[in-house]
């Protein structure tokens, strides 16, 4: 890739050259326009004073100077005038309280069975795997039986429409 001659006549040749030195200029903490100090040294600039792309002299906003004293940081007054996320009063009239979950004593003693022929083949599947290497197919075709059984009894039994009344809010 040539590079265009700094010496050409073409007053657009050299531009990505100046907005790449201006934009390193300005992420190196230095003025492009003015130099640095005897020492070279200049103060670091904090987090707000970052402005690659230079946006933010573009339109300055000048607040009134009592608004700048009520929310300069460290101030008397400083974060009352100005409303953030933890800002608010919880509304505690609608509290949300859980209804009580139904024992299991109660269920289908199948789909009981299911639920732990679905959870207990991988856990199973994985603890032979670790601990019984030598455990014999039959052991471990029987336990993928179970967790395909399981699965479909558990698929088999879902409803088979919507219940118009449902919104879904509830599992």
Avoid: C
């Avoid at 100090?37 to 230079?54: E, I, M, Q, V």
């Avoid at 994985?126 to 197919?137: E, H, L, N, T």
């Avoid at 479909?152 to 919507?162: D, H, N």
């Amino acid at each position: 890739m040539t590079r265009p001659d700094p010496e050409s006549p073409d007053p657009g040749a050299n531009q990505d050259d100046a907005v790449w030195l201006d934009l390193v200029a300005r992420l190196e903490g230095k003025d492009p326009d003015s130099p640095a100090g005897p020492s070279g040294y200049r103060p670091a600039r904090s987090f707000t004073d970052f402005d690659p792309l230079g946006l933010s002299a573009a339109a300055p906003v000048e607040l009134p100077a009592d608004e700048r004293l009520a929310a300069a940081p460290g101030t008397a007054g400083s974060g009352q005038d100005m409303a953030g996320p933890r800002d608010y009063e919880a509304d505690d009239d609608g509290v949300f309280v859980p209804e009580e979950p139904p024992s299991l004593a109660g269920a289908d003693p199948m789909t009981v069975l299911a639920w732990l022929g679905a959870v207990g083949g991988p856990v199973a599947l994985v603890m032979a795997a670790m601990f019984w290497r030598s455990a014999p197919m039959v052991a471990l075709l029987g336990i993928v039986a179970a967790f395909a059984a399981s699965v479909i009894f558990l698929i088999m039994k879902l409803p088979g429409e919507k219940d118009e009344h449902d919104d879904g809010a509830r599992v």
